[in-house]
């Protein structure tokens, strides 16, 4: 049998807004051994169409990813792709995907950006609430097809005829606005109606002009929101229309009083203009542009966002309608949205509702989570408000602790319309949060909710009205992250790892709203650079971050400063607003060793992945930049320039520093060496075999400083840090027989530290693979199961659901790591989940074929577990790797007997490696050689089952 599954269109499922040329992708299914594709054929054309606009005839080709079809594609028009294979004597049916195609010329947009916010008011420009625009619109005649590609500045939903047009979440994302600012494209056919139809849309500030950052800056970008798009509606009868955003639309504001990413928001239902959104909503006209908030309201929006909820009277202003004002906005920044959007994923329920010893009620979703909470309450009076504020963890004595989320409120207030039943789910803001304190709730206002706590508290009271109320309301936690499926599963007999790696999964998925972020909680859930450096790879086994990353990158090469260096976070919003921060204050905002390395570090880990030489070729020229920035300020491999984070948060630091005992010229010259040679090795492999060399040779030069500086005569390094010895070994920076002796070094200062570590950001990621790669696999591992303080077990056994920013975050006696930088939900330590993947299950890419086109299963048994497996989605089709010790050397026979299944796709192959085996005893067909670590043997694809004596 030869299936093909999964035909992808520039790695997407369906994907809209595909721009030519593009690329389909294909898995090959088998279920005989050694099948390798020998040709292929697709073929395109416009869906329904009955001629092909592109056949690209039998090619000769093993190739089953990004294979590029050059073709001109029309703007927004759906296409069918026609995929077949062959492979020995078989062959496939075709198969069918589609994909719609997005603009092929940013001149044809042709919507302006248009605001419903007043001009040159300081005062609006300080708030964040929701404004509306809309529009009815005749459709004359039957459509055949519609879309609708729009974009804004800050955040935004969009209706036709009352229905929501697109499931996406934080739209459009957050980019480097001004240099690329995303376009969504969505099919809307089946939202238009003959006749009158209404489009409206509801906007936020979101990232574009909230608070932001920890100084708590705002309109880093604009300081109006504004929406600007355009629909197409394709008739039967061969006509076209452009219904686009102009200065005939009209605006107003929405029932958001209030909405930030970091302080939550506030929605007074009782504001919203039912069927704003649809047909024949009569629109009441206003001569002024702005609806006064203060007067309306007692309190002050900005300083008090927590309205205090009194107002009985809907303001009339509220309601009335203006023409919008067109503004200027960044066409020429444009893009298709390349990325996979942000979406609801999950829906979690309450684990239990309970009060804290001070008398709070509390919701505990049983996970910490990135998302918000979606209530739906039931004979509420108008008026009513429901406020619930989130947060993490609980203190030591069991009460809610909000501490560690500094300047974030991370609060929701829904004031009630008061109708039978009424949903809320926020708009423009998201919380990080295991647990919601309820505030006040239809029925009891925060007045009666504080009497109850007290009367609780002092046991003075025995009623429970408050828990009454909530219980009986619906109550949903919904996890909502950037729309990547899970690709990597790993379970073992040891259901602490397990849990690790759930922590791992959760701390990724609570970090990638959009783009990767530091943590979700606290006044940051920023792009940090250094923690995808750390994590990037585990990442990449749990998720399918192709797309996700690939749109980072982008904005890290349009952020790049001029001369080369890499912002410590993107999208930029730092640089120019670190006034009297104690680290960042230089004025210097970019190039700190193990951050800004991610312009290198985070295209190779896309490369072995996926191995999409057209993505390492786009980012290139921002590679290059950062060499030539490392070399301008470097003395030989030493750099050091501008603010420096180090070995951040190692446990080797100075009391009351941050900064790991490992020195900064150390660290520096150990990346600027590695990333150098991991340039030279990209230019390598996209062919550009005259500017590798010359990569490599400033790689050697740069590697002979590194150890003229750095390693001693005696065999050990100048410095004496675990961190030290992790990154010249696993980085090779000195010789070959220089290795063992560092190696060695590193298990003494493993074990000085009672078997623990004491590595930060740089040297934890790679510490156990130092260990496991020169033979201490067994120290690898019982680093990996200690379960003391500090360690990764550590966590798990004090409950945690995601990985701390802090091995110490929480102490053995409950007391906790200092409030201003204690996020539990931080994923660079998640990084061992690389290790467990690679080294516990053994699935391990190749660089010359990356992509998993060919690669290693080697499993390393040890830690006294019975059994472990890996599975692993990869671009070419599903890796599994099972092993299970079958005899543990107990019984009478004393030998150690290995039971190892694996799954090979279709058109790969694998070398299997036995590790440390002596004599096989099933082979499964399979013919294995003598090596100096064990037993290896070559794989084509299949699935296998061999058993094996250690
Ligand atoms: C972030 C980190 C980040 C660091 C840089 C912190 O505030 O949360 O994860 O990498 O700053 O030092």
Redesign the pocket.
Known sequence: MLELSGIKIEQLVKPVGITSPFRVSWVLESDERDVKQNSYQIRVRRKGAENWSYDSGIVESSSSVYNKVEMTLESLVCYEVHVRAMAKDMETPWYYTEFTSGLQDIREWKGDFITAEPENSARDAEKSYGTLVRRDFCVDGEVKEAYLISTALGLYHIWINGQLASPDEMAPGWTSYHKRLQYQTYEVTDLLEEGQNAIGVMLGAGWYKGMMGYKHCRNLYGDRTAFAGQLLIRYQDGREEVIMTNENWMGSRSAVLFSEIYDGESYDARLEQAGWNCVGFPMRMSSVHSVDTDSAFSGNVVDNPWISGDATEVPAEFRLWKPVEVIEGPIAALVPQRGVSVRQQERLQPKRIFRTPEGDLIIDFGQNMTGWCEFTVRGAKAGDVCELQFFEILDASGNMYTENLRGAMETLRYTCRGSVEETYRPWFSFQGFQYARVNSWAGMNAEEVLREKEAYANKSGSADRLFSLVSASELTGVVVHSDMPVTGAFACSNPLLNQLWHNILWGLKGNSLDIPT??PQRD?RIG?T??IVAFGRTASYLMDTQEFYGKWLADVAADQNEDGSVP?VVPDILSGHMEGDW?LETGFQGGATG?GDVAIVLPWIQYLTYGDLDAVRRQIPSMKKWIAYLESYADGCVYVHGPQ?GD?LALDAKPGS?HGATSDEFTGGAYFCHVTRLLANMLHYIGEEEESAVYMKKYRALKEDFCRRFLREDGRLTEDTQTAYVLALTFHLTWQRTRPALARRLVELVRESDGHLTTG?LGTPRIARALSDYGYWKEAYDLLLKEDFPSWLYQVKSGATTVW?HWDGMRPDGSLWSAD?N?FN?Y?YGSIGEWMFRTIAGIEAQEETPGYEHFRIEPRIGGGLKEACGEYESVRGKIRVRWEVLEDGQGPTKCVKIGLEFRIPANTAAEVVLWDADQVLEADGLTFEWREDGLHAEAGSGSYRVVYQM
């Open positions: 530091d943590c940051e940090w250094g923690d410590h680290l951050w984070f951040w941050y950001f920013e930088m996020s931080h660079a």
